[in-house]
């Protein structure tokens, strides 16, 4: 599988004393305080475990384009316009950047000035009265989205929440076959308190004494091959589950975390890349480069 000299496993490369992934070093000449390398050897993002410059300098020769989709239904559209000004400081900059708005309302898009290369798309979508449908729905029109569209327009994608803002520099660094982000309030957690869909019949599915990170549904990305290929699949399961009148307990991210647990994201990201404004502090977290804003739950989402 592998020669004795270097291990090249899926992409990137491991040398006998060293991984190096793109502008990234291991956890013996980045940080000690964290793990940044899973157990399939996918490299696990911190600040401190890549050289910004380095991987810049690469991918700035690639011309890439970033697909982006937010959705921004009925009160959630008060977030997008600090999630645009925040993304446009600092997500991808210097990189093409295409986000792609769903929402119910289009006449109440905040005017926001983008930069060079930097383009929104506006879908209009019908509104939903349960916000469990709306987050549900998400994965059949990414995976319409990128069949219909993205084949030609695009080199990845990110799916992010609207409800958070940019704090931080989040680039290129963040790029891979399949990107999964470890959820904020589980990454220093064991196991057995994740909160992953315990019920066999649902095809969310995940048994007691499985399962490797908890993974957060409110950012995640990678190729659009792999991409498209985890939402037809959780969008499968969703219907599965919906003629069975069975709904996971957190809904599309429990689908996820199944999809992830056997197909392994080949990057991670750590919560620098979704942390929470209610979260308490961390000291592994040197960092917030992303973050959902503190808001009133009942207030915005319907049904509540």
């Known amino acids: 599988m592998c020669s004795a000299k270097i291990l090249k496993c899926r992409d990137y490369h491991v040398f006998p004393h060293r991984l190096i992934y793109w502008g990234f070093t291991s956890i013996w000449f980045g940080r ?66 295409h986000y792609y708005l769903f929402t119910d309302q289009p006449e109440a898009i905040p005017n926001v000035k983008l930069g060079q290369k930097r383009y929104l798309t506006v879908k209009k979508v019908p509104s939903l009265n349960r916000w469990q449908d709306i987050s549900m729905g998400r994965m059949e029109m990414l995976e319409k989205l ?83 290929h985890l939402t037809k699949t959780c969008r499968e399961h969703l219907n599965t589950d919906a003629a069975n009148s069975i709904e996971a307990i957190w809904h599309e991210e429990s689908h996820l975390n199944k ?20 979260s308490m502090g961390a000291g592994q977290v040197k960092i917030v480069r992303f973050s959902h804003v503190t808001k009133n739950n009942a207030e915005v989402r319907p049904n509540l």
Do not use: M
């Open 146 to 228: 990128i069949e219909n569209e993205l084949a030609k327009e695009a080199d990845y994608i990110f799916c992010l929440d609207v409800d958070a803002k940019f704090y931080g520099r989040w680039g290129v660094e963040s790029l891979g076959r399949l990107v999964g982000v470890i959820h904020p309030w589980f990454f220093d957690l064991p196991r057995f308190i994740f909160t992953y869909e315990r019920r066999p019949e649902s095809q969310a599915y995940i048994p007691a004494g499985q399962g490797d990170y908890y993974y957060t549904a409110a950012a995640f990305g990678g190729s659009l091959k792999d991409v498209h």
């Open 32 to 97: 000690t305080d964290v793990a940044s390398v899973t157990p399939w050897l996918a490299p696990i993002v911190w600040e401190g475990t890549f050289d910004a410059t380095v991987i810049d300098s690469i991918y700035k020769q690639q011309n890439i384009t970033v697909a982006t989709t937010v959705f921004a239904l009925g009160k959630y559209i008060r977030f997008l316009k600090d999630f645009l000004e925040s993304a446009e400081e600092h997500y991808f900059v210097g990189f093409q950047v």
């Open 259 to 278: 999809y992830f647990l056997y197909n392994k994201p080949s990057k991670l990201l750590s919560p620098e890349y979704l942390w929470r404004d209610i």
